[in-house]
């Protein structure tokens, strides 16, 4: 038989690629979590409220004005729970908007209840959160009213803005 010729690679061939190991990877961070280094764990969710749904006359010149005017509550009870990132004018404006057109503020509401009960670990009773704002939006704003003020809020109408904010010690 004839001899077999072995093939030799072209003068100009480039190496072979195929068989080297692929470069390391660039050293990862080992912490990242994606949660912010200040995040704090929100407090369990048993507390009582400070005061019943239906205690609004507790409070008398609270009670006469969210029951008139509740977008003036709404305001000033929003930018203490959004820690005045928003002014209660803003959220005053979009309550009363809101409740102008479709005639369910309660939508609007609901949500900054579930954010004051998260954020002080109250309980949510004596039901769902939306459900309260929807059948008892006035006692609802009065109740939250109330419990910011019994954790130390003074609420009181400024001059130059809706409400000006400060914790009494």
């Known amino acids: 038989m004839y001899p077999q010729k072995q093939p030799s690679p072209p003068p100009s061939a480039p190496p072979d690629l195929h068989n080297q190991p692929p470069p390391p990877l660039p050293p990862q961070p080992q912490y990242a979590s994606g ?8 407090p369990a969710c048993n507390a009582n409220w400070s005061s ?22 709404f305001g000033q009870i929003a930018e203490i729970v959004d820690k005045g990132n928003t002014s209660c004018g ?15 503020g309660c939508i609007y509401s609901c949500t900054y209840r579930t954010k004051m009960r998260s954020q002080y670990g109250l309980r949510e009773s004596p039901c769902n959160d939306c459900l309260v704002h929807f059948f008892c939006e006035r006692c609802a704003l009065c109740q939250e009213y109330r419990e910011l003020k019994h954790r130390g809020f003074d609420i009181s109408i400024g001059k130059d803005t809706c409400a000006s904010i400060h914790l009494i010690k």
């Open 90 to 104: 803003v959220h005053g404006a979009l309550y009363g908007l809101i409740e102008a057109l479709t005639c369910c």
């Open 52 to 73: 019943s749904l239906c205690a609004c006359c507790s409070d008398v010149p609270n009670c006469c004005l969210t029951c008139w005017c509740p977008c003036i509550t």
């Open 35 to 42: 949660i912010p280094a200040h995040y704090v764990t929100p």
